[in-house]
């Protein structure tokens, strides 16, 4: 019930491809879902990031697709360039302080 | 330049010996984490502080002991009690209280290897 679950491990996607990244979790009173970003050898930053009363959200090439009644939520990258190459990773606030990490997809995108 | 520094960037240490992990915040947030972060996993919380002079266990506390003396800092013990302390560890912080903000800002991190 604690557990956030991401899709798929790794992707390659062409450039100007959509990459799409999935989660999925179990308890229905986590209220606050983001997207971070992480490069290799630094710590995460704020994508993006949905709360349970809106079904997507748009920031520039990043958008969030939120389906409550699925309890799954995903990340779609338009237009996507190499330089979003990194490892992105959802999680989800299971209470204040507390945020249930999903356990990261890599992603390369080819020039 | 607001941001949070750990310190140091790669440490090596012994079995058996304590280490402790620094991590220095100047963006005046209340709140500091600590986590975990391994090969083809999630980060996982150690620990994190809402306030000066109070902490509480994340999920894996076990191995792991902090203090919280000041509002910027906020040092990471691994002791041998640690099973498997070979890991990234990433530190973050974010606004605490009537200033709450789920986004949390993290640091560069430490990556800690045990030989």
């Known amino acids: 019930q604690q557990q956030v679950k991401q899709s798929p491990q790794s992707l390659i996607v062409q450039k100007g491809g959509i990459p799409i990244i999935n989660c999925a979790y179990e308890n229905t009173a986590f209220d606050y879902f983001p997207w971070y970003q992480q490069f290799p050898g630094k710590g995460p930053a704020l994508l993006i990031a949905?709360?349970?009363d809106v079904s997507e959200k748009k920031e520039g090439r990043f958008t969030i697709s939120f389906n409550k009644s699925a309890k799954q939520f995903s990340l779609h990258i338009m237009d996507s360039q190499p330089g979003d190459s990194a490892t992105y990773f959802c999680?989800?606030?299971?209470?204040?302080?507390?945020?249930?990490w999903g356990a990261g997809t890599k992603l390369i995108i080819k020039p | 330049d607001g941001g949070i520094t750990q310190s140091p960037k790669y440490l090596f240490r012994k079995e058996g010996q304590n280490v402790t992990l620094s991590c220095e915040q100047n963006l005046n947030h209340d709140a500091m984490y600590w986590y975990r972060q391994d090969p083809g996993q999630g980060l996982r919380l150690i620990y994190y502080s809402q306030i000066v002079n109070d902490f509480q266990k994340g999920d894996i506390a076990e191995g792991y002991s902090v203090s919280r003396e000041k509002k910027e800092s906020f040092p990471l013990t691994v002791t041998s009690a640690q099973k498997n302390p070979t890991a990234f560890y990433l530190c973050?912080?974010?606004?605490?209280?009537?200033?709450?903000?789920?986004?949390?800002?993290f640091g560069p991190g430490t990556r800690l290897t045990v030989l």
């Open positions: 949905i709360r349970p």
């Open positions: 973050a912080s974010s606004g605490s209280g009537r200033a709450f903000s789920d986004e949390q800002f």
């Open positions: 999680a989800a606030s299971r209470a204040r302080y507390q945020l249930i």
